[in-house]
């Protein structure tokens, strides 16, 4: 067992199930601290933290709604008061579109919404986080900003055009945090998850596996939470030393160009 002032401490947000538990539940296991969020304090939160503590780690439940940008200081203060000084940030949690079709449909509500929690947010957490980074020493921990965006930051989805519009915000945002915080020594990623089971993909994703089996993704199937899970924690633990700024295709090799 590490010493509490060692500890890594990360905030993962939307990780009250989906692709963020299981980052959650993998940071765990590599020793962080983890505070685990979702938009309000249910049942579903709980489930969550129940989970990650099996692991045997610090856990606290981090309840606010993301796209709440004057809450966000105030919620990684009471992250620190519970866990300890943050040294990690996984900017996760996102949402699909209202409804999938033909970008001439579009509505408002739903460009507002998707751009509002996979960008907006996204970018005022992250400034929050290295504020109160930069405002102190820090410790000689790994420091990282681990951003979830999306295969659909590069290839679109021609039923989600607003989905794929606030995936390449968020994935410029990671490039522009990366120039930014270089020079502090603190490490950005973007992670590029392509066909995941979860319950934001649960509509389609039979279809999905029967295309990834036909060769849409190079491994002949769809990914596993735990997939990006595990990839994540090796960013975040900085198994990948000297970089920063890497986008990474987490999609079996879907994109990559063929004919
Ligand atoms: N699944 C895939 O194939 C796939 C592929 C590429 C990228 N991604 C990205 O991976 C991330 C996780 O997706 P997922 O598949 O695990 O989705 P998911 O199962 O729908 O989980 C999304 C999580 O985000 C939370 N969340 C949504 N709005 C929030 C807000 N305003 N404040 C705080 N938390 C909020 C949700 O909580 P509530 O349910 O309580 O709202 C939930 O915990 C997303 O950014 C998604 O765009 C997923």
Not at 12 to 17: A, E, I
Not at 18 to 42: C, K, Q, S, T
Not at 161 to 187: D, F, N, P, Q, T
Not at 237 to 245: A, E, F, I, M
Request: hydrophobic share 50%; glycine share 8%; charged share 20%.
């Amino acid at each position: 067992m590490r010493a509490a002032s060692v500890r890594p401490v990360a905030l993962v947000t939307g990780s009250s199930r989906g692709i963020g538990l299981a980052v959650a539940e993998a940071l765990a296991r590599e020793g962080f601290a983890v505070a685990v969020n979702g938009p309000v304090d249910d049942a579903e939160l709980s489930a969550a933290v129940a989970r990650v503590a099996a692991l045997g780690a610090p856990v606290a439940a981090a309840p606010f709604d993301v796209t709440r940008v004057g809450g966000h200081d105030a919620a990684l203060a009471v992250v620190e008061e519970k866990l300890g000084r943050l040294t990690t940030l996984v900017n996760n949690a996102g949402v699909g579109v209202l409804r999938r079709g033909d970008m001439l449909d579009v509505s408002e509500e739903s460009w507002d919404r998707c751009l509002a929690v996979n960008a907006k947010a996204m970018f005022f957490l992250s400034q929050a986080f290295a504020r109160r980074l930069l405002s102190r020493e820090r410790s000689p921990l790994f420091h990282s900003i681990v951003n979830v965006t999306s295969s659909n930051a590069v290839a679109v989805a021609e039923q989600r055009s607003e989905y794929c519009a606030s995936k390449a915000a968020a994935a410029m945002v990671s490039k522009a945090l990366a120039v930014r915080l270089g020079r502090e020594e603190i490490a950005v990623y973007d992670v590029q998850p392509g066909l995941i089971a979860t319950e934001m993909t649960a509509p389609v994703i039979d279809a999905y596996r029967e295309r990834a089996e036909q060769g849409l993704t190079l491994f002949p199937r769809v990914g596993q939470p735990d997939d990006i899970g595990a990839l994540v924690a090796s960013l975040a633990s900085g198994r990948l030393p000297y970089t920063t700024g890497l986008s990474i295709p987490a999609d079996a090799g879907m994109l990559i160009p063929r004919f």
